[in-house]
């Protein structure tokens, strides 16, 4: 699981990277010509907040489907629970990170929709800088916590990992024991 998640977080990261890039590049967009970059600065911003979400989203369905096995397995081979009760650790850490990321992806996309000239649309008077630079602000915040929160989500995974097969060893020595296949 750990490899997979490296590669759907780097596409994720990479996205939103290639979209505060493409913003970084906008001068002015109340400008015709300027109207291409826009689009492609909204489009990768879009894409990449839809992937960094979707990859949030496998890595907590991940520890509810591997939490549910270890809490079954735990009670059918009558182990301890700390395998289990060290997994709703991890999950329960990660949900925090998760939920903040996914808040800071949706705060960044509307701090990006009041930076449009053409929305009516504004926090520049209750935050007391531009929309822009607070649409910039807003994105740097977001892909620096998204990456300590991709680091944090791959620490857990292996660690889970480690759980799994520790749960694995345990179940096979338990059958070898009653002598049943294993």
């Avoid at 807003?138 to 620096?144: C, N, P, S």
Wanted: net charge negative.
């Amino acid at each position: 699981m750990s490899r997979i998640f490296l590669t759907l977080s780097s596409f994720a990261t990479l996205a939103l990277c290639i979209a505060f890039v493409l913003g970084l590049n906008v001068d002015d967009p109340k400008l015709a010509a300027e109207a291409s970059a826009v689009d492609q600065h909204i489009l990768f911003g879009l894409g990449g907040m839809l992937f960094a979400t979707l990859v949030h989203a496998i890595v907590f369905t991940y520890f509810m489907g591997t939490g549910r096995w270890l809490e079954e397995t735990s009670k059918a081979y009558q182990l301890p629970v700390d395998f289990h009760e060290e997994n709703r650790k991890l999950k329960f850490n990660l949900l925090l990170r998760i939920t903040a990321c996914l808040l800071l992806l949706i705060m960044t996309g509307a701090l990006g929709g009041a930076a449009d000239p053409a929305s009516r649309l504004t926090f520049a008077e209750t935050f007391g800088s531009s929309d822009a630079n607070l649409h910039l602000a807003g994105a740097v915040v977001t892909i620096l916590f998204n990456l300590q929160t991709s680091f944090v989500q791959f620490r857990s995974i292996e660690r889970n990992g480690e759980i799994i097969e520790e749960v694995l060893g345990e179940v096979q020595r338990i059958r070898t024991e009653k002598g049943l296949p294993v």
